[in-house]
């Protein structure tokens, strides 16, 4: 089946150290997308790519740090830099750039700060 | 700027009542607008999408919205709410970067089904 995968599905972090979440998808699609989910804050974009080995920053960026190797693959680092990393995070793909394909989601990750 | 006003965070109906979710919109260029659903710990799945083609866009689960350019809206309805519709429901606006396209998500609301 096709699809996106997230792990792990719950992380804890202790302050100070650096965690990363997976994020792989076998669609094909040559966009991909992280978002971060607050309660009562919508989704807030963190960084997406086009193609391989490009990337750009979203809405809120700072803290969070990206790589994309393989189409298939986006992981995303939270940093020590990020000053309250405890969401929900989700990761997304999509395949054209026209703004009316729709953005699949991951399942998602729970990361809680110790 | 884009953007979209989600009116109420949490709504309450009765099972077999109908449901309306407001969503309001902003943009400066036509937009391309999304109603994604997401159930208790779980990622989004997409209800229904327009794209400039018919104003009424009919989508998954017997939920439908209108784009109204006059009202800039585009709300979701459902004539008759399930249990099974208890979920937090999102609106999102779409534009193209010409890199990707990026998606501008509102706050959300929880819609509660009762007995």
């Known amino acids: 089946d096709g699809g996106i995968t997230q792990s792990p599905k719950y992380l804890f972090r202790k302050e100070g150290q650096n965690v990363t979440l997976s994020c792989e998808q076998n669609?094909?699609?040559?966009?991909m997308y992280w978002y971060r989910q607050d309660p009562g804050q919508g989704l807030r974009l963190i960084y997406y790519s086009q193609i391989v080995n490009d990337f750009q920053k979203g809405d809120i960026a700072e803290g969070y740090s990206v790589s994309r190797e393989k189409k298939e693959s986006f992981p995303l680092t939270v940093t020590s830099a990020q000053k309250n990393p405890t969401a929900f995070y989700l990761c997304a793909s999509s395949t054209d750039r026209t703004g009316t394909d729709t953005q699949y989601f991951g399942p998602g990750t729970r990361l809680t700060v110790l | 700027a884009q953007s979209v006003t989600q009116l109420g965070s949490h709504v309450s109906v009765s099972e077999g009542a109908l449901v309306l979710l407001r969503c309001n919109y902003s943009s400066s260029v036509p937009p391309y607008l999304f109603w994604y659903v997401q159930y208790p710990n779980q990622g989004l799945q997409l209800l229904l999408k327009y794209t400039s083609a018919a104003t009424l866009v009919k989508g998954i689960n017997g939920f439908e919205a209108e784009f109204k350019k006059s009202e800039t809206s585009f709300h979701l309805t459902k004539p008759s709410a399930h249990m099974s519709d208890a979920a937090e429901y999102f609106c999102?606006?779409?534009?193209?970067?010409?890199?990707?396209?990026?998606?501008?998500f509102g706050t959300g609301t929880r819609l509660q089904v009762t007995l």
């Open positions: 669609l094909n699609h040559d966009a």
């Open positions: 999102a606006v779409s534009k193209a970067t010409g890199t990707a396209s990026k998606l501008t």
